[in-house]
């Protein structure tokens, strides 16, 4: 498979990915390569095969509903990059 | 001191010819002085371990002291480690103070275990040669133009090059086996949800699995007894009793049912590599066990696969480092999308970028059926092929990696030769058993490990085997000259 450098910004952008315009090329290239490799799994049929998505096929377990983490909200953010009145700041989003 | 094991550690603290202080004096010691040569940690945590020190020669006083009490260790920085950076090598968690620490690092504390500080590691413990970290590369203590494997390459490293008698790792797909191997220690990637994730900073969750990195297979089980065991805190943890790992070591090997596969000793494999693995089956043969040749027809695509699932993983994942509430945030965003897009393309380097990307591609709206589930399928091919040939052996026997440790620079702006690192060791994680890996010999000065698997929870076996080939060979006692 080959990725445009179009292709390569539109998946930066889903994945909030800032990309240097001069690193595209390197990411289409590599990224095309990768899925080359990825693309050796179309070589084995896998109709009727069941999905295997937890590596022991088991169920997820249940805990009673009961409150079991204290509030911790002041030590939480203290390692956070701009907090005031125990909110954290982003630029404003709403005009 | 430092060229003991952790067992004969052990049995000197416990004699009381030796004292934790000293003890984590004489390693700190080391790691000041050989350290700039290896870049194999990013934090030393010098005085934490000192009052640990003290704290643990005081427990032993009162008749308080385990096996590992007073032991000194290092954490891979993957481990939150409360009060202590916790980078997991990357730039966006640089100034990441961890608040809260890993279940394993819990419970290795509460067996009186020190922390000397914290190992260098692939950024997000993407990676097969610890080249990709935020900190510059970790270099392998048998020669420093090679690299030690990844991602654990610092705890491999740090191990090997005596500046700590063990280390923790983790393994996605061989992270604990090949460092292991490249730098000629004995490491063990448990049966997935054997040890706790939580506090390990996830890059695949149905992957993911912690262990221990000794010199030899008895200090891996001892240390694997204290990380094991259920959490309620992780929702894959198993809730099933942990054995005595020690306790079996010695078992005879008599009637032990090794499969060797063909797969993978085929034609990937070089000559001298295969002469190595030989001599150290025809060794467990001399033991008593039967060797016999079996198939794993699905290993050709264990790695496709894995470069699906793992990406698709991370990037949900990594999806939570977005630059607001804690980690590295760009300067002056714009507005919330440049904050996102920013911090992350600032924060993250190029192969966790790689990473996300392919995740974010094989995840989005029309791609699921191709990729993710057809990964999925796969997985299950590759488990059955592991649970068919568990019906006819105990144990499996092959290379953890195809070579002997590589240069630095020669395959890391090429990632598809670097995936190609592990691929004896993915399918273990994409079927969820257990992985050991131990040294058998050395190809131009540079160690070679080979590969036991075993069925899910075998890992008392595994250690067993490789305990019983460690009592009658000194691969795993050599130590690198520039570090005796």
């Not at chain 2, 259920?230 to 020690?246: K, Q």
Request: proline share 6%.
């Amino acid at each position: 498979m080959s990725l445009s450098k179009a292709d390569v910004e539109k998946i930066a952008h889903l994945a909030r990915i800032a990309l240097d315009q001069a690193d595209v090329p390197k990411y289409a290239e590599n990224l095309s390569n990768i899925f080359t490799l990825v693309e050796q799994m179309n070589r084995i049929d896998t109709t009727d095969i069941l999905p295997m998505a937890h590596p022991l096929d088991m169920a997820a377990r249940l805990r009673p509903d009961v409150v079991s983490e204290s509030n911790q909200r002041d030590q939480f953010q203290q390692i956070a990059p701009q907090v005031e009145a125990g909110l954290y700041l982003v630029p404003k989003v709403i005009e | 001191m430092h060229n003991k094991t952790l067992a004969e550690l052990s049995a000197a603290l416990t004699q009381g010819t030796l004292s934790s202080v000293a003890l984590t004096q004489h390693f700190l010691d080391r790691i000041q002085r050989y350290d700039s040569q290896l870049n194999s940690l990013i934090s030393v945590t010098a005085e934490r371990a000192l009052n640990q020190a003290a704290s643990a020669d005081q427990r032993r006083q009162a008749g308080q002291a385990g096996p590992l009490t007073g032991i000194p260790l290092l954490h891979k920085d993957i481990f939150c480690t409360q009060g202590v950076k916790t980078s997991c090598g990357s730039k966006m968690l640089d100034n990441f103070i961890a608040p809260y620490s890993a279940t394993v690092v819990e419970k290795l504390d509460a067996a009186g275990m020190v922390m000397l500080g914290k190992t260098n590691m692939d950024e997000f413990a993407m990676g097969s040669s610890s080249e990709t970290s935020y900190y510059g590369p970790v270099r392998n203590p048998w020669d420093t133009a090679a690299v030690p494997g990844g991602s654990s390459g610092g705890s491999a490293a740090a191990v090997a090059a005596r500046l700590a008698p063990v280390a923790t790792g983790t393994d996605t797909g061989g992270s604990i086996r090949q460092p292991a191997a490249l730098c000629g220690i004995t490491g063990i990637k448990p049966t997935y949800g054997r040890v706790s994730r939580y506090g390990m900073i996830a890059f695949a969750s149905s992957l993911d699995q912690g262990g221990p990195m000794a010199r030899t297979a008895e200090d891996a089980a001892l240390m694997l007894g204290a990380m094991a065991g259920f959490d309620p805190r992780d929702s894959t943890s198993i809730d099933a009793p942990v054995p005595d790992y020690s306790a079996t070591l010695n078992d005879s090997l008599d009637g032990l049912r090794i499969g060797l596969p063909k797969e993978y000793f085929g034609e990937g494999l070089a000559p001298e590599m295969a002469a190595l693995l030989d001599a150290a089956i025809k060794t467990l043969e001399q033991q008593g066990a039967q060797i016999k040749e079996i198939s794993l027809p699905n290993t050709h695509l264990a790695v496709p696969a894995y470069y699906v699932v793992a990406p698709a993983e991370c990037s949900s994942n990594l999806s939570r480092l977005d630059g607001v509430r804690y980690g590295y945030r760009c300067a002056h965003p714009k507005d919330l999308m440049d904050l996102y897009q920013r911090s992350r393309g600032e924060g993250f380097g190029a192969e966790v970028k790689r990473r996300i990307m392919i995740g974010t591609y094989a995840l989005s709206a029309g791609y699921y059926d191709a990729y993710y589930l057809k990964a999925q399928q796969l997985r299950r091919l590759i488990a059955d092929d592991f649970k068919a040939a568990f019906t006819e052996v105990d144990v499996i026997a092959g290379p953890t990696a195809p070579t002997a440790a590589f240069n630095l620079g020669e395959k890391v702006d090429d990632p598809v030769t670097m995936y190609l690192s592990d691929i004896y060791t993915i399918a273990v994680n994409l079927a969820g058993v257990p992985g050991l890996s131990m040294p058998v010999g050395f190809l131009g000065g540079r160690p070679v490990g080979m590969q036991l698997i075993g069925n899910h929870f075998a890992e008392a076996r595994l250690l067993n085997v490789a305990h019983r080939y460690q009592q009658v060979t000194a691969w795993h006692s050599q130590a690198p000259a520039a570090f005796t």
